[in-house]
């Protein structure tokens, strides 16, 4: 990691890295999304809190940056537009020179350049609703396929099409475990219909992962722990609300990359904008869960 020319490490994530100690990388999209720099410095929190250290990841200057410092922070919150990069987009913006603020897929694939098996998202992109016609499905999944990694979420976004997710995850051979649950969470909403592997602890998850690296030779994990109950959305009015706007969107004529948008606002008047407060606790939690998970992988791994 030290000779690679592309990584930028600070230095509490390069020797927490060089002495294999837990770490968790975090996405610099939400950075840029949230609306205040309070809320990426209480997600790095919450991962310090389990023990972990947190490198949220991004671009600036040409280099692929692991862990920020709050100028960091501050210059992307503060920049006029800054690009989304997925794993696709890695290339070009580096080549670019300026900013950008990783997705889930870009994340992923920078931390495991760094050596980094922990990531810790609210939630991933999955298989959009009417994917049958459009054919739209998240780059993250594909990249599940080509990165080890651990990806701690509360499942795929509500707005998104749990069952074809699913569906996709396991035709891709992607595990997908419930931290106390048997049910896939769906982001706002704490469970579906869907069956999942339940693993009670997260010493038991992390031996199953490093068992499943051992004999598949890496591919990502999925370990989903649902929103709190006290901040979870009702499952039947986010998919009423959704419904409904889906009917709203096509007699608006909305389409392609503005369907997402449009439906996030409909749940949010839906629920009174309930869905801010569900979606920090999720991030919140998740971040914890994240942490917690990498203090046992590396004990897994440490032979304990």
């Known amino acids: 990691m030290a000779m690679d020319p592309l990584l930028e490490v600070i230095d509490e994530v390069a020797t927490a890295i060089a002495e294999r100690r837990p770490v968790v990388a975090l996405e610099s999209s939400l950075v840029v999304a949230a609306p205040s720099a309070d809320v990426a410095l209480d997600i790095e929190k919450s991962v310090r809190d389990a023990g972990a250290v947190p490198a949220t990841i991004g671009i600036a200057d040409g280099r692929l940056r692991v862990g ?6 501050e210059r992307l919150r503060s920049a006029a537009s800054v690009p989304k990069v997925s794993a696709r987009d890695i290339g070009p913006v580096l080549a670019g020179g300026g900013l950008g603020a990783t997705t889930v897929a870009g994340t992923i694939v920078i931390a495991e350049r760094a050596g980094i ?3 810790a998202t609210a939630g991933i992109g999955g298989v959009h609703r009417r994917a049958q016609e459009t054919f ?12 080890r990694m651990v990806v701690v979420s509360g499942g795929c976004k509500s707005i998104l099409d749990s069952r074809l997710t699913a569906e996709y995850l396991e035709t891709a051979g ?3 475990l419930g931290y106390g ?6 982001f706002y909403v704490r469970d579906t219909d869907l069956p999942i592997r339940r693993v009670d602890g997260l010493t038991e998850a992390a031996r199953g992962v490093r068992a499943h690296w051992e004999v598949n030779g890496g591919g990502t994990v999925l370990l989903t722990t649902p929103v709190a109950e006290e ?3 009702d499952r039947d009015l986010v998919e009423n609300a ?3 706007a889906l009917a709203e969107a096509d007699a608006a004529g909305v389409t392609g990359n503005a369907v997402s948008p449009f439906l996030m606002r409909a749940v949010s008047a839906a ?9 920090r606790s999720l991030l919140l939690s998740t971040a914890r869960v994240a942490g917690e998970f990498a203090v046992a992988l590396t004990a897994a791994r440490d032979g304990g």
Do not use: C, H, K
Not at 68 to 73: G, K
Not at 181 to 186: E, G, H, I, S, V
């Open 68 to 73: 920020m410092e709050p100028a960091l922070i």
């Open 117 to 119: 098996e922990v990531f």
């Open 136 to 147: 739209d499905v998240s780059p993250d999944l594909l990249q599940f396929t080509r990165t």
């Open 174 to 176: 992607v595990p997908v």
């Open 181 to 186: 649950t048997d049910r896939l969470p769906a």
């Open 231 to 233: 901040d979870a959305l």
């Open 242 to 244: 959704i419904e409904r």
């Open 271 to 279: 629920t009174e904008g309930r869905t801010r407060r569900a979606g």
